[in-house]
């Protein structure tokens, strides 16, 4: 079965789809050129569901995606992978946590 490269592109990330999956996938996106354009992964989906921006989304995921995304750009991301937006108070540990240990945690942790 063959397989075609689809890569994300809040995350940069390459995804291998066999070509029923892609046929599917590229009608519900209104076309193949659609799919290749606008393709987020599940993860990067469920993050902008959260109401986070495209870079905070790209700083958890560890993007490599070097892709500008412009407001419009982002409507259509959305738009084509059914993004809904809940506007949630969630906040991913990565953002709230200090990145520091404490000297004494430090110490404790090396001791086990």
């Given amino acids: 079965?063959?397989?075609t490269p689809v890569k994300?592109?809040?995350t940069g990330k390459k995804h291998l789809f066999n070509t029923d999956y892609i046929n599917s996938k590229a009608e519900k996106m209104e076309g193949?050129?659609?799919l290749m354009k606008y393709y987020i992964t599940s993860d990067a989906k469920k993050l902008l569901e959260k109401g986070l921006s495209v870079n905070e989304v790209r700083k958890i995921?560890?993007?490599t995606s070097e892709i500008d995304i412009n407001n419009d750009y982002l409507v259509n991301i959305k738009k084509y992978n059914?993004?809904?937006s809940r506007n949630s108070s969630f906040?991913?540990?990565?953002v709230i946590t200090c990145f520091e240990t404490d000297p004494?945690?430090?110490e404790?942790?090396?001791s086990l």
Avoid: A, E, Q, Y
């Fill in 1 to 3: 079965m063959k397989t």
């Fill in 8 to 10: 994300c592109v809040i």
């Fill in 32 to 34: 193949l050129d659609n």
């Fill in 61 to 63: 995921l560890g993007s």
């Fill in 82 to 84: 059914n993004v809904d």
């Fill in 91 to 94: 906040v991913p540990l990565s």
């Fill in 104 to 106: 004494d945690v430090k």
């Fill in 108 to 110: 404790f942790l090396s």
